[in-house]
């Protein structure tokens, strides 16, 4: 029997050709959108699986008065939960991340030393909380013992080739030696935690100059990642409420109320986005959920496509109905037969669909650099959904149909009577809803491509063109003079610069800042960046009032020790913006002179403290993207008598670089530090690279509108066929009675163009408040104005009359005696 209703199905297929390949085509296209997305949301949501017991492993964060959240905390909480949660923690284990230089003496390169910018070091019990893999060697000693370390499997490719690297040595910045004890498989692609080194907390200390025997006490530094293994007959929710309660024995009272630490499951980590100092960027679950509906939806629509197709197609397959049922077929047998057509071809879409999402995902990775893994053969949980799938697509999309066409009346069919007047409604109503969802899609598209185009195309208030930034060590530290020198001799280069931060990008440290009429036993914030002499006139920042720091004089100030390690200076010279100003109440009449202190204070105990006086006031510009406020913000020379605090080089071009210029500082560089290597970016590249996350949201919005717009239109066109074949004899009495072609093609379409008119009602409003919603994340941003409303609705009315047009064309311009010869 199924052998038999699989045949009849196969010739019906074949001899409705169009209408199966439009069927196919939009099932495929629907399908291979939804793997695509749910391959994507799938690997997204698998971030930090892979360890062992990850169910019991958290990270310790803190919510900063309630306005902004940290992933980092102090060095101090890890001793802490030690002492206080000792029989409720199986671990807890600490992490600081750093930057160094490293160089293999025995290995490919010895002279070279190359920027590493993942190396960890971490408490003991690093390797009981994760899950990452050891493929050679062996953790032994390494978490007791100084100067040993882990390294990944690229990083002993890249040093060492295809040389066993245990027992060799690595030298890092300061010429330390550190000793390579084992070799881990490179991190998961789905790890919130990109690292390539991984030594003890004890070799930290070690360099640091702290006792190696000694807790860190404080809550600021070391700034670092905390993670805990919770015991398993413990609720992790207990312990989380406690940790607040048990902080003011350890801080300040005051202190303890403004900085709340909490536990964060490990699994949600890449899900949330609202924690500053991240390792790696985060999805927003929201957005993973957006993804997935796009999915959901676009298979929705073309399973609604296959609906109104499929009731079209009733008309040329009446008398066959009929026939049927006069021969004595049982409804049930006609439900199956149908049903069986749906499986079929529902089956040729999901391989077609698996096959273009097997060719699709590598192209989509490439071009917008997302990560969607996608093995179809080894993942069974992936088999199982495309099963279901099959399953459900082909119910969903077969059933009204079958329950439809079986349900005609033999008398009705071969007398040829009108059908489904009854359900044009419910064939329009899917075609509103087609629409209001592509309509959303296009209207949300626009939306954040124009975003994305906003910002990476603002001023930031300096020209980052012909700017390059130079990552800067210890040892370009040392040469920062000669350097500086060297490089302004290269042709082209108009100025050498040195900064804390790089404009646009880094908002620089967020000291308090005591100041005139303060209210007293407040506290407030600011941002304070370190920039050269020269440095606003070089970058074109106007300067409104005062001056700027002056090379070979006293704006550095005079320094003193507070403490070991810890900074006093006096007679700082300090320099703000506007946003700086209005904080602090003043105008440009009384701003200068006026005495400013920036300090950090932890217990009662001040952990640095600057003063000094206003020198100058600078016109405000965007030290961080423009999805963030301008943020008030104090300057202070790059160097003083403490310390130089220069982490980036500015290379100023006197138009813009080429590669001969490149090659030559390069060249220069290389002569002044030889062996370290010249890191250099473009800014105004650097820049843009912040917004990779929502260009990356706006194509793929854009993609996938244009998909649901296409499928939609399918939709219209099973929907005008239907219109054009069951008015087929009205189309041909209008044209004997004189009726144009076009008068006829206009008369046709205008119905659809009412249904999409609908749509467009529907949908954008909803895609405003959408839209609203999703710009509420940008600080700066477009203003969602009539053209947004107007470009949607013309996208969607254009190509939907296209659709239609097409097909009421092809009924006018037929021979009406063909239509009316039988009356």
Request: charged share 20%.
């Amino acid at each position: 029997m199924i052998k038999n209703y699989f045949k009849i199905a196969w010739r019906s297929l074949w001899r409705q050709r169009t209408f199966s390949m439009i069927n196919i085509f939009g099932l495929s296209i629907g399908l291979t959108c939804f793997l695509i997305l749910m391959a994507f949301v799938k690997f997204e949501r698998s971030y930090d699986n892979f360890h062992s017991e990850n169910e019991r492993v958290y990270r310790v964060v803190q919510d900063v008065r309630n306005e902004q959240q940290w992933a980092w905390v102090g060095g101090a909480v890890a001793p802490m939960l030690r002492k206080e949660f000792s029989d409720q923690l199986d671990e807890v284990v600490s992490i600081i991340k750093i930057a160094t230089y490293a160089k293999a003496p025995e290995g490919l390169y010895p002279e070279d030393r190359f920027r590493e910018d993942k190396f960890l070091f971490a408490d003991k019990g690093f390797d009981q909380v994760f899950g990452f893999e050891l493929k050679s060697g062996s953790w032994e000693g390494v978490f007791d013992n100084p100067y040993q370390m882990v390294i990944t499997e690229r990083i002993a490719k890249k040093y060492f080739g295809d040389k066993n690297p245990i027992g060799e040595v690595l030298t890092l910045t300061g010429d330390l030696d550190f000793e390579i004890k084992g070799v881990l498989k490179n991190p998961a692609p789905n790890s919130h935690m990109d690292f390539d080194f991984v030594s003890s907390m004890v070799s930290f200390k070690v360099t640091e100059d702290f006792p190696v025997t000694a807790d860190f006490g404080s809550f600021w530094w070391p700034q670092t990642y905390t993670y805990v293994k919770v015991n398993e007959n413990q609720a992790a929710d207990h312990i989380s409420d406690r940790i607040p309660e048990i902080t003011p024995d350890y801080r300040n009272a005051e202190e303890a109320k403004s900085y709340i630490h909490f536990l964060q499951p490990i699994a949600d980590i890449h899900t949330n986005d609202s924690f500053r100092g991240e390792w790696t960027p985060s999805m927003s679950n929201n957005t993973l959920w957006i993804f997935l509906s796009i999915g959901v939806f676009v298979l929705v629509l073309a399973c609604i496509n296959y609906v109104n197709l499929a009731t079209a197609r009733a008309i040329k397959r009446m008398k066959e109905i009929g026939i049927r049922k006069v021969n004595g077929a049982q409804r049930g047998q006609l439900i199956a037969q149908f049903l069986m057509e749906s499986v079929l071809i529902n089956g040729i879409s999901i391989l077609i669909g698996l096959l273009l999402a097997i060719l699709l995902i590598p192209v989509i990775q490439s071009s917008i650099g997302l990560e969607i893994p996608f093995d179809f053969l080894n993942d069974s949980q992936l088999q199982l959904i495309l099963l279901g799938i099959w399953m459900v697509s082909s119910l969903a999309s077969g059933i009204f149909p079958a329950f439809y066409l079986s349900g005609l009346k033999p008398e009705m069919i071969l007398k040829e009577s009108s059908i489904g007047k009854g359900r044009s409604g419910l064939r329009k109503g899917l075609v509103v809803f087609q629409f209001v969802l592509s309509t959303i899609l296009v209207f949300c598209g626009s939306v954040a491509f124009v975003q994305h185009e906003f910002m990476r195309n603002s001023s930031m208030g300096f020209d980052p063109k012909g700017l390059v930034s130079v990552k800067m060590g210890q040892l370009a530290l040392a040469n920062d003079e000669t350097l500086a020198q060297e490089l302004e001799k290269v042709p082209g280069v108009e100025r050498v610069m040195y900064t804390s931060d790089r404009p646009g990008i880094d908002s620089g440290w967020n000291p308090n800042v005591d100041y005139p009429n303060l209210p007293e036993g407040e506290e407030v914030n600011v941002n304070v960046q370190y920039v050269d002499f020269g440095f606003f006139e070089t970058m074109n920042i106007p300067l409104i009032t005062g001056r700027e720091f002056m090379d070979q004089s006293g704006d550095g100030g005079v320094y003193y020790p507070i403490r070991e390690q810890f900074a006093g200076m006096d007679n700082v010279a300090m320099m703000v913006n506007e946003s700086a100003l209005e904080l602090f109440g003043m105008n440009l009449e009384n701003a200068l002179e006026q005495p400013l202190r920036v300090y950090t204070e932890e217990n009662g105990q001040l952990f640095s403290n600057f003063k000094g006086n206003i020198v100058g006031v600078v016109k405000d510009y965007h030290t961080r993207d423009l999805r963030y406020e301008i943020a008030p913000t104090i300057y202070m020379p790059v160097k003083n008598d403490w310390s130089n605090q220069a982490r980036t080089m500015l290379i100023k071009a006197d138009s813009d670089f080429n590669s001969e210029m490149l090659e030559q500082l390069q060249a220069t560089w290389k002569s002044v530090i030889p062996g370290l290597p010249f890191e250099y970016s473009f800014m105004d590249e650097a820049i843009n690279l912040q917004y990779e996350q929502q260009q990356k949201t706006s194509a793929l919005l854009g993609g996938f509108a244009f998909l649901t717009l296409l499928i939609s239109c399918l939709g219209i066109l099973g929907l005008s066929i239907f219109s054009s074949e069951s008015r087929r004899k009205e189309i041909g009495i209008r044209r004997v009675l004189g009726a144009s072609v076009m008068g006829i093609v206009n008369k046709l379409s205008y119905e659809f163009l009412i249904l999409v008119m609908i749509s467009l009602i529907i949908a954008l409003p909803i895609g405003f408040y959408l839209m609203n919603q999703w710009l509420d994340q940008f600080a700066y941003k477009v203003t969602i104005g009539a053209g947004f409303f107007l470009a949607a609705g013309f996208i969607s009315l254009l190509l939907a009359y296209s659709t239609v047009s097409i097909q009421s064309l092809k009924a006018a311009s037929s021979n009406p005696v063909d239509s009316i010869k039988n009356e």
